[in-house]
């Protein structure tokens, strides 16, 4: 049995984290981010076996994605039946950047193997044995639940979806956001020394003032305040920042928690937005957002 499904990446702008001891439901992340039309792709071929066995691939490439392989032995311990599982992902964003990779990886297998393994199960449900997986492998806290929802989201209450709320901002369909990533950092490392309950006071801060005059151009600002104020704005990502936005972006600011630059862009602007972040040593994505959530193929 093959089943397909597609996740947007999710780019992480402003957070607060949002810890409840025991109740992965109503843990997770207020904050603000932004769906891609780039993203995690999975195919998932299962098929009966004397022994479960699963392998993980990505970009044809197997590898050890712990957080795929928890999630499938999630589901498959639903069954009363062992299979040789192949879960093939691919991805066409940066990973590491603050790009939200390993949830939209996560929801994408668990609503391709859902349907694979015949599981009865809805998508909301789904969606949230990906939101505790991510939290259990220490991969993030609430990318799922803009994942479920698409476009340019709020999150105003923490939680597994079912349990949140997410607001969508309305933006112009044809605005496109150009990435400029430098390399994966290490998160743990970054926060270290930081003082949490501070970036949280920001991040709620931050979405409080957007969500009372929700446009894009106050979600940018906004970002970028917390970036800074947060102290956790690189040097490198800040001159990216100032190049994209003289090369003509909307506004820029820095995905969290990642040392990648994304910048808000005109279409007619883009490339030349996205030539002034190579000049100076990213690599580069262009993307429309994705109004549409994950789901299956």
């Not at 997986?133 to 923490?158: D, M, P, Y």
């Not at 994966?184 to 970036?199: A, H, R, T, W």
């Not at 949280?200 to 970028?224: D, T």
Request: proline share 2%.
């Amino acid at each position: 049995m093959i089943a397909k499904a597609f996740s947007p990446a999710g780019l992480s702008a402003m957070f607060a984290s949002n810890i409840v001891e025991r109740d992965y439901n109503r843990t997770g992340a207020v904050g603000g981010g932004i769906t891609l039309e780039k993203g995690v792709k999975v195919i998932v071929n299962i098929e009966e076996a004397d022994n479960t066995e699963i392998n993980t691939f990505l970009n044809d490439v197997k590898c050890d994605c712990y957080i795929v392989k928890r999630l499938a032995l999630t589901l498959i311990r639903r069954v009363d039946k062992n299979y040789k599982v192949d879960i093939k992902q691919y991805i066409d964003v940066p990973i590491g950047g603050g790009l939200g990779t390993s949830g939209a990886s996560a929801l994408a297998t668990a609503l391709a193997l859902g349907k694979a393994l015949r599981l009865k199960l809805t998508y909301e449900e789904l969606a949230r044995i990906a939101h505790r997986t991510e939290i259990e492998c220490l991969t993030g806290l609430g990318t799922v639940s803009g994942l479920v929802v698409g476009g340019v989201v709020l999150v105003l209450k923490a939680g597994a979806p079912g349990y949140d709320k997410v607001e969508r901002i309305l933006v112009d369909p044809s605005l496109k956001i150009v990435l400029g990533y430098y390399g994966p950092i290490n998160k743990k490392l970054v926060l270290e020394g930081k003082d949490l309950g501070l970036i949280n006071r920001y991040g709620l801060e931050a979405v409080k003032n957007v969500y009372s005059n929700p446009c894009i151009e106050e979600f940018m600002r906004w970002s970028l305040w917390f970036a800074k104020t947060s102290g956790l704005l690189s040097d490198k990502v800040f001159i990216g920042i100032k190049r994209a936005v003289k090369a003509g972006a909307i506004a820029a600011s820095q995905a969290m928690i990642g040392e990648t630059v994304f910048a808000v862009v005109e279409d007619e602007f883009a490339e030349k937005v996205a030539q002034e972040l190579r000049n100076i040593g990213a690599k580069v994505v262009i993307s429309d957002i994705s109004f549409a959530p994950a789901r299956l193929l």
